[in-house]
């Protein structure tokens, strides 16, 4: 049972231009939302969080996006720029578990 | 040092032999978890300790698998008697705080992993 789902696998996107990342979840006592990026060969690193009290949460580049009626997040970056290529997770918890359950990840390629 | 430490970096064993992973957590650092990732898969849970509370091991895939964690300091995975199926990286990630506790600084720091290979 996929609690947190990331049905692209992969994105390929050009420098420059805007990336946008999907996930959807299941459990609506979810209340709390993570992306992390990740190389190869190193552990994943914490990217930008949302709370589910707000629908948007913006750093810089990175701009989280929460549809809690449609249970799905999306990270846009903007604009991609070719460090950006990684491996990106979304993550979920709720106040009662405390544990993050991962989606399976989404490979971003930017390319020039 | 400053980062989550995971060690052996790398594993390679022979199919029924048992391993132990290591797992430095930050410094003062309540939470700990260890997620696994198979090839071509997501971060699959493994099981959570959380300060002196009873750890929530619902991920372990089944009765090889065990955790340890004293106190808030080390961590050690055992997988007993080792299946191809087990070959996997082991990620052990820690956190100051309980995930979603306002402040937004209560994200995982992640270890570089435990590189398992079961032949």
């Known amino acids: 049972d996929q609690q947190v789902k990331q049905n692209s696998p992969s994105l390929s996107v050009q420098e420059g231009r805007i990336s946008i990342l999907n996930c959807d979840y299941t459990?609506?006592?979810?209340?709390?939302f993570l992306w992390y990026k990740k190389y190869p060969a190193e552990g994943p690193t914490f990217l930008i969080s949302?709370?589910?009290?707000?629908d948007k949460n913006e750093d810089g580049r990175f701009t989280v996006f929460l549809n809690k009626s449609a249970k799905h997040l999306s990270l846009h970056i903007v604009p991609s720029q070719p460090g950006d290529s990684a491996v990106y997770f979304c993550?979920?918890?709720?106040?009662?578990?405390?544990?993050?359950?991962f989606g399976t990840g989404t490979r971003l390629q930017v390319f020039p | 040092g400053a980062g989550v430490s995971q060690s052996p970096s790398n594993k390679v064993t022979e199919k029924g032999k048992d391993v132990e992973l290591r797992c430095d957590p930050i410094?003062?650092?309540?939470?700990l978890y260890w997620y696994r990732q198979r090839l071509g898969q997501g971060l699959e849970f493994l099981i959570y300790f959380q300060g002196n509370s009873a750890p929530d091991k619902s991920g372990l895939p089944s009765d090889r698998f065990s955790a340890e964690r004293t106190g808030e300091s080390v961590s050690t995975l055992t997988i007993q008697r080792t299946q191809q199926e087990d070959s996997a990286v082991y990620l052990c990630a820690s956190s100051p705080l309980r995930p979603g506790l306002a402040g937004g600084g209560d994200e995982l720091f992640f270890g570089e992993g435990s590189r398992l290979t079961v032949l």
């Open positions: 459990n609506s006592m979810f209340d709390y």
């Open positions: 993550a979920a918890s709720d106040g009662v578990t405390d544990k993050l359950i």
């Open positions: 410094s003062g650092h309540t939470a």
């Open positions: 949302i709370s589910s009290i707000k």
